[in-house]
């Protein structure tokens, strides 16, 4: 058993590596999204009450909001999460997982086909004591 630890232990780097990166590229996507509404409300908020009026901020406020649900419906029918800070950070997270094994060469497949034959051995072998 220690064996295959020492074995594993370079994978298991290589995928908390990949992992870390994942969630911070995960991370800066939503708030880049959230700076997105922010910078929209702000800007609601100054053409109405200081440049403009509501009259002429209206439609523009209709358009952004269209605008808004249309790209969460697209992101939907895309990426088959919901629009929601959980949807968007599991697309983002395993999206940039996705690529950093690949980019990174590694047989991901093959270490969860082990990691699983490794669980069924120990239950085996705790069955059999």
């Known amino acids: 058993m220690v064996l295959l630890k020492r074995q594993r232990e370079p994978m298991f780097q290589k995928l908390e590596e990949i992992e870390r990166a994942a969630e911070r590229s995960a991370r ?28 002429i901020m209206e439609p523009l406020t209709c358009g952004m909001t269209l605008g808004d649900a249309l790209v969460g419906y697209l992101f939907w029918i895309r990426s088959g999460r919901p629009y929601s800070l959980d949807g968007l950070r ?23 086909r082990t990691e699983e034959a490794i669980r069924i051995i120990r239950n085996r072998l705790q069955e059999l004591e």
């Open 28 to 55: 800066r996507a939503l708030w880049s999204i959230a700076s997105i509404f922010v910078t929209q409300f702000a800007l609601i908020q100054y053409g109405t009450f200081i440049a403009f009026s509501w009259d």
């Open 90 to 112: 599991e697309h983002f997270y395993e999206r940039k997982k996705a690529k950093l094994i690949k980019k990174k060469a590694v047989d991901y497949e093959n270490f969860i």
